[in-house]
């Protein structure tokens, strides 16, 4: 199985993984077992800058965190929120609308959504108690992974030949299963009941989002995997934040 850890980190992270792997569909595929925990990997680096600047100043430390994020992903989910969208909200046909999700430039939609975003993230987690951000951080990560996974084992492609078939054979299901179970696991153990309410948050946010994919493009894209990736880490802290507050 080290070779589809291999290309989970190489696909996911910026982290110098420079080990070749064969880019064949049966590893692209079981990759995605490893998901939920590089999401988590990710998410325990941002909250380690997060943790060691809390001790100076907690808007530091919050923008800290996030930055990392992007840093540690290159900015990734990203650029796949922004490129949604500019093609969600154009109003456009669906051919149109991905064509625009396929333009490297970024639309006024597309700046407005890093913008937000980015502070979501900020506001949240600089009022969180440090040790709830740090479980909050990693977990939320770790959450937003297992969604791409989702959608990946059971979605279907609006661009045939896209992404989301390289990840896509008959044992993808079985793979999602297996990550999902050791990553519940694991999320229950740190995070207890406020971990489940946000797993179950972002799994019924996931679900609605790939409903209006559909509607609009008809099905789901790199950009929309991607997207959705960023929305239910969002979507994960709130729900941290309101169980810390009220569990």
């Known amino acids: 199985m080290l070779k589809p850890l291999i290309l989970a980190l190489q696909f996911l992270t910026r982290l110098p993984v420079n080990i070749s792997v064969d880019f064949e569909r049966e590893n692209i595929s079981r990759s995605t077992i490893f998901f939920p925990l590089v999401g988590m990997l990710i998410?325990?680096?941002?909250?380690?800058?997060?943790?060691?600047?809390?001790f100076i100043n907690k808007d530091l430390?919050?923008?800290a965190g996030v930055f990392t994020l992007v840093m540690v992903t290159g900015g990734l989910h990203i650029d796949g929120l922004s490129d949604t969208a500019d093609g969600?909200?154009?109003?456009?046909?669906?051919?149109?609308?991905?064509?625009?999700?396929?333009?490297?430039?970024?639309?006024?939609?597309?700046?407005?959504?890093i913008i937000?975003?980015?502070?979501?993230?900020?506001?949240?987690?600089?009022?969180?108690q440090t040790l709830i951000?740090?479980?909050?951080?990693?977990?939320?990560?770790?959450?937003?992974?297992?969604?791409?996974?989702?959608?990946?084992?059971?979605?279907?492609?609006?661009?045939?030949?896209?992404l989301g078939e390289l990840f896509m054979n008959k044992n993808s299901k079985k793979y999602f299963v297996i990550a999902v179970l050791i990553f519940i696991i694991i999320g229950c153990f740190l995070g207890k009941i406020g971990f489940l309410a946000a797993l179950f948050a972002a799994l019924i946010f996931t679900l609605l989002f790939?409903?209006?994919?559909?509607k609009l493009i008809g099905g789901l894209t790199g950009d929309v995997y991607g997207a959705n990736c960023?929305?239910?880490?969002?979507?994960?802290?709130?729900?941290?934040?309101?169980a810390a507050k009220f569990i």
């Open 61 to 63: 430390a919050a923008l």
């Open 88 to 113: 969600f909200f154009s109003s456009r046909p669906k051919e149109k609308i991905l064509e625009i999700m396929k333009d490297s430039r970024v639309g006024a939609f597309g700046v407005i959504a």
């Open 133 to 162: 951000g740090v479980m909050a951080l990693t977990l939320s990560c770790g959450i937003g992974r297992s969604m791409i996974a989702l959608m990946f084992s059971f979605g279907k492609t609006a661009r045939p030949g896209g």
């Open 43 to 54: 998410g325990a680096i941002a909250a380690v800058i997060f943790y060691l600047l809390s």
């Open 230 to 242: 960023e929305l239910c880490e969002i979507v994960s802290l709130i729900v941290f934040l309101v």
């Open 116 to 128: 937000f975003d980015i502070l979501f993230k900020f506001v949240l987690l600089k009022n969180m």
């Open 210 to 214: 790939m409903r209006y994919s559909y």
